[in-house]
């Protein structure tokens, strides 16, 4: 196995606790989506829930899983690990775009996407 950069295992050890915490804090929205949906109306500014279904908060789980996988895969140094990262981000960014409109864009989920895709891409080429 050939040595890994520091900021490429770094940026790998960080986008496997966030892909964790996704994929738990969605599993726990699909599993209590009555709750949620209350505390969301609550606490944000969304006025209604209408628009969202626990196949939604499941989707973004599974999203989350692949994301979760392609950094592990990454952190292994195998190349396929950044097409199921990316590929999984892309949905993590856009799915909400379509559920909700463009109040579901997260632009902080989008410079941490940047940063990290870019960390990745340029340490693509000493990966398997």
């Known amino acids: 196995m050939k040595e890994r950069p520091l900021l490429f295992q770094s940026a790998c050890l960080f986008s496997i606790a ?3 915490i996704g994929f738990l804090s969605m599993l726990l929205a699909t599993i209590f989506f009555n709750v949620v949906s209350e505390k969301i109306e609550s606490f944000t500014n969304i006025t209604t829930t209408d628009q969202l279904s626990p196949l939604y908060f499941a989707s973004l789980m599974a999203a989350f899983g692949v994301s979760l996988a392609g950094a592990i895969k ?10 199921f990262y990316l590929t999984a981000q892309l949905v993590i960014l856009f799915l ?5 409109g463009s109040n579901g864009f997260s632009v902080v989920n989008a410079i941490f996407t940047l940063i990290f895709s870019g ?6 080429r000493i990966t398997e």
């Open 18 to 20: 966030g892909s964790s």
């Open 74 to 83: 990454l952190y292994r140094m195998q190349r396929a690990g950044l097409y």
């Open 96 to 100: 909400p775009v379509f559920r909700m």
């Open 119 to 124: 960390v990745y891409l340029y340490y693509f």
